[in-house]
């Protein structure tokens, strides 16, 4: 049981370049979330899904865009990478609202 | 929707005395309250959870009241040793399919 899976774990983008980061969990959860942490900042909501074939926006979707076509995976794509995109995300996964997160190790992404 | 606010954003305590954080929640019909923790450069984990039927919790040193009346809920720590240095992260959900975090509170244990 693996849990939450993010691939990969760091990477190095130029402007405008674009790239998908993988998010698989193995628990059959509903829920997938896509969340980015600045520096010393919190958790900001980008995307979250509620099931298969469901995506919906969170607080800042802008610049990124989501697909659930299978339960177990949830993608994020960044599309025309810009420098604001600098960030650790986090890909986390539960049952439902209500019950326990599980998060990925997270990905470091940096765009210079 | 839901906004969580934390308070204070930084807590700096002796090693062995007790801290709390409170959150405040502005959806009344909010009605699961976790509390996770991160260490640097780890993921986010659950330590404690409450839901709105209960008024505390506690698991060990660990504890998180909830006062559904005055819309706020504290994690209390008890006898904090250093590995209880971390950012922790109150939320509030209504089922209404979001999660929604406060932005973290840095609590820094003296040795």
């Known amino acids: 049981n693996a849990g939450v899976t993010q691939t990969p774990k760091f990477r190095i983008l130029k402007i405008g370049q674009s790239m998908t980061l993988q998010c698989t969990q193995d628990?059959?959860?509903?829920?997938m979330y896509w969340y980015r942490q600045d520096p010393g900042m919190g958790l900001k909501l980008i995307y979250y899904s509620v099931g298969a074939g469901i995506t919906d926006k969170g607080e800042v979707p802008n610049g990124y865009n989501v697909s659930r076509s299978t339960t177990e995976d949830f993608p994020l794509r960044l599309e025309l990478a810009a420098p604001s995109q600098t960030s650790v995300y986090f890909c986390?996964?539960?049952?439902?609202?209500?019950?326990?997160?599980?998060f990925g190790q997270g990905t470091r992404l940096t765009v210079v | 929707g839901e906004n969580v606010e934390q308070h204070p954003s930084t807590l700096s305590v002796q090693e062995g005395d007790s801290a709390v954080i409170k959150c405040t929640y502005s959806d009344s019909a909010s009605n699961y309250f976790p509390w996770y923790k991160q260490e640097l450069g780890k993921r986010p984990q659950l330590i404690i959870d409450i839901r709105s039927n209960v008024g505390e919790k506690k698991d060990q040193r660990i504890a998180v009241t909830l006062n559904k009346t005055a819309k706020h809920f504290s994690l209390h720590i008890t006898e904090t040793q250093p590995e209880d240095s971390a950012v922790y992260f109150c939320?509030?959900?209504?089922?209404?399919?979001?999660?929604?975090f406060g932005k973290g509170n840095q609590v820094v244990v003296i040795p």
């Open positions: 939320a509030a959900s209504s089922g209404n399919n979001r999660l929604a």
């Open positions: 986390a996964s539960s049952f439902s609202s209500t019950t326990e997160a599980f």
């Open positions: 628990m059959n959860h509903n829920y």
